[in-house]
C-alpha cells in the first residue's frame, strides 16, 4: 500500500511521509510542476505544462521531461507510482496522497452549517502562511497569472474560515472578537464583516469601540461610493443620543484623514519592491521603517494610529514597509542594514524629495543616521526615538546574547502558530505599560506582518547593526527621544546616541515602553517636543 504521503501548498511547498519530510528538487520550476499538479488535481496537458515553467528557444518538451524525472525520486514512493504520464498528459495520482488545502477546500464546500472550532482553528492557521509562497518567479507568465487567481481563490477560503469562526456559537467573547477584527480587517469594505465585529464588541461589552467601528465603517463606505442601509449596531444597543463625530471631533477627523493614504510601490536596486504610503497635506516628513511594518493593518491600529495622525497633523507623512514585511516583497535575498538603507533610498527617490526631515524608531533609527550621514543635503532634520547605534551582537553581555539566542529559536518554531505565546515575548518587552486589548492586538499583528524565517532574519540583521562610525557624520539637528525604563533597549543606548551626533538634543521621557502609546503622557511630551523642534528650525 506504501506510506501516505501529504503536500502542503501552504508555505513554502513541502512533502511529507508519514510525518518525516521528504527532499524536493533544488529546481525551483521543478517544485512548481508538482505544486500545479498538486492543486489542479486533473492531468494536464504537456504542452500546457510548457507553455506554463519555459520559454522557448529553451526544450520544453526535455525540461518537462527532466522536472518529473526529479519528482518522481519524491513522490513515487514504497512502490505506489503518483506521476502518471502518457505521451499526451501528466497528473498526480491523489490516491494515498493527501494535499491540505484540497481537503480544506471540500471541507468548506460541503457547506456544512456548524464546523467544529478546533478544526477551523486549524485551517485558520494554515492560511496564515501564502499559498506557494517562493515560487512567484519559478513560471512564466502564464504561471504567474495563475498563480495569482489561485491565491486570490485561497483568500476567499481564509475569509469563509474568519467569517465562521466569528459568528460560532460555541466560542468565547474575547475570541469572536479576535475572529470578527480578523475578518474585517481583510475584507474592510465588506458590510457583513463589519456587522460581525459590532456585534462581537457590543456583546463582549465594548460599546464605544462598537460605536467607532460603525463610524470607521460607514466614512471608508461613503468614500468607496458603497451605500449601507440602516445602522450597523444590533439592536441589544440602543443608539447614542448625541452625534458620535461630535463627541470625538478629533479622533473623527484623525481618522477618517488617514483612510485617505495613497499606497505605492517602487523597486529596489536588487528588485525587491517596497510598498509605500502618503497620507496628509504640506511639507513632507518620512519615517524609516521599523520591525514591523504593515501600510494597511497598522495605520488604524490602537499602537500606531495616534502616532500616525500626529504625523500627518499638517504635513506629508510618508512611511514604508520595508523589505521582507508587510507590502513589500517578503521573498528577498538580502535583509541587512544595507538593505534597509537602500529600501529608504529607493522610496524618497521615488517620490522626488529633495530635502526632508526624517524620523527613526527602534532600529529605524540606525537606518536614518546612516542615510543622513550619506546624503547630508537631503536630511533637514532627525527625530530619533528609542534607538540605538549598535545591535545585540555587538557589545552586549553574554547573558543578553543568550537571551536573544534562546528568543531565536522560540520564533522559529512558533512565530506562525495561533498560539501568541511565541510573539508575546516582543509585544510585553516593547509595551509593558499596554492594554491587555493592545497587547492581544499587537501579538495577532506580528504574526500577520511576516513570516517566521523573515521574523528570524530580522532578528539576526538587527544583532550586527553598527553606524557608530556614522554618527560623527551627521550634520542635520537632531533631537533624540528614549524612555527612561525601556524594556527593550536601555536608556544608556540612547545617551550613545545622543552623545555621537554632534549638536544633538537628548529628550529622557518617563515611561517603560519601547513603543510610545498615545495615551500616555511620555508620548504626548514626545509628540510635542517634536513639533518645537520641526518649528524651531524651521523643517
Not at 128 to 146: D, I, K, M
Not at 291 to 299: G, I, T
Request: aromatic letters at 8%; a negative charge; one cysteine or more.
Amino acid at each position: 500500500m506504501g506510506r501516505s504521503l501529504n503536500i502542503s501548498l501552504l508555505g513554502e511547498l513541502s512533502v511529507s511521509a508519514d510525518g518525516e519530510a521528504v527532499a524536493l528538487p533544488a529546481s525551483r520550476k521543478a517544485r512548481a510542476v508538482l505544486a500545479y499538479l498538486a492543486a489542479t488535481g486533473r492531468p494536464v496537458r504537456r504542452e500546457r505544462l510548457c507553455e506554463m515553467f519555459w520559454d522557448l528557444p529553451d526544450d520544453p518538451r526535455g525540461s518537462l521531461r527532466w522536472a518529473l524525472s526529479k519528482l518522481r525520486q519524491v513522490v513515487d514512493r514504497d512502490g505506489v507510482r503518483r506521476i502518471i504520464a502518457d505521451r499526451e498528459r501528466v497528473a498526480l495520482s491523489l490516491n494515498n496522497t493527501h494535499v491540505e488545502l484540497r481537503k480544506i477546500w471540500n471541507r468548506l464546500a460541503d457547506d456544512p452549517p456548524l464546523i467544529p472550532p478546533p478544526e477551523l482553528r486549524v485551517m485558520a492557521e494554515q492560511f496564515e502562511h501564502p499559498f506557494l509562497e517562493g515560487l512567484e518567479q519559478a513560471g512564466t507568465e502564464s504561471f504567474q497569472l495563475w498563480l495569482a487567481s489561485e491565491r486570490e481563490n485561497v483568500h476567499l477560503l481564509h475569509l469563509n474560515v474568519l467569517r465562521r469562526l466569528a459568528l460560532h456559537p460555541d466560542l468565547t467573547q474575547p475570541e469572536t472578537v479576535k475572529w470578527a477584527r480578523l475578518w474585517q480587517d481583510m475584507t474592510p469594505l465588506e458590510e457583513d464583516a463589519a456587522r460581525g465585529l459590532i456585534k462581537a464588541l457590543a456583546q463582549s461589552g465594548r460599546l464605544d469601540e462598537a460605536r467607532q467601528s460603525e463610524a470607521d465603517f460607514l466614512a471608508g463606505a461613503k468614500e468607496a461610493g458603497l451605500t449601507v442601509s440602516g445602522s450597523l449596531l444590533p439592536e441589544i444597543i440602543d443608539p447614542p443620543e448625541a452625534d458620535p463625530s461630535a463627541e470625538r471631533p478629533a479622533e473623527s477627523r484623525s481618522r477618517q484623514m488617514l483612510r485617505k493614504q495613497s499606497i505605492g510601490f517602487c523597486r529596489a536596486p536588487d528588485g525587491a519592491r517596497i510598498a509605500y504610503a502618503t497620507v496628509g497635506e504640506g511639507p513632507p516628513l518620512v519615517k524609516a521603517a521599523n520591525w514591523l511594518n504593515h501600510l494597511e493593518l497598522d495605520w488604524n491600529s490602537p499602537i500606531w494610529g495616534p502616532t500616525f495622525s500626529a504625523c500627518a497633523d499638517g504635513r506629508t507623512f510618508i512611511r514604508y514597509d520595508e523589505r521582507g514585511n508587510g507590502l513589500s516583497d517578503w521573498d528577498v535575498a538580502d535583509i541587512s542594514l544595507e538593505a534597509f538603507v537602500r529600501d529608504l533610498e529607493t522610496v524618497v527617490d521615488a517620490l522626488g524629495l529633495e530635502r526632508f526631515p526624517l524620523l527613526g524608531i527602534s532600529q529605524g533609527c540606525a537606518v536614518s543616521v546612516e542615510y543622513a550621514a550619506r546624503h547630508p543635503e537631503r536630511v533637514s532634520g532627525l527625530v530619533l526615538i528609542g534607538g540605538y547605534a549598535t545591535g545585540w551582537r555587538i557589545g552586549a553581555s553574554e547573558e543578553e546574547q543568550a537571551r536573544r539566542e534562546a528568543v531565536l529559536t522560540l520564533t522559529r518554531h512558533g512565530w506562525g502558530t495561533s498560539n501568541p505565546a511565541y510573539r508575546h515575548i516582543f509585544s510585553q518587552t516593547f509595551m509593558p505599560d499596554s492594554k491587555p486589548e493592545d497587547l492581544e492586538w499587537f501579538d495577532e499583528f506580528q504574526r500577520q506582518t511576516t513570516s517566521p524565517k523573515n521574523a528570524v532574519r530580522f532578528q539576526e540583521a538587527f544583532g550586527h547593526i553598527d553606524v557608530r562610525e556614522s554618527l560623527s557624520k551627521v550634520v542635520a539637528p537632531t533631537i533624540i527621544f528614549h524612555a527612561r525604563e525601556d524594556q527593550r533597549i536601555s536608556i544608556d543606548q540612547g545617551r550613545e546616541l545622543a552623545i555621537g551626533i554632534p549638536g544633538s538634543e537628548f529628550v529622557p521621557l518617563d515611561s517603560k515602553n519601547h513603543i510610545l502609546l498615545g495615551h500616555e503622557p511620555a508620548w504626548l511630551r514626545c509628540v510635542e517636543r517634536t513639533g518645537e523642534f520641526l518649528r524651531e528650525h524651521s523643517i
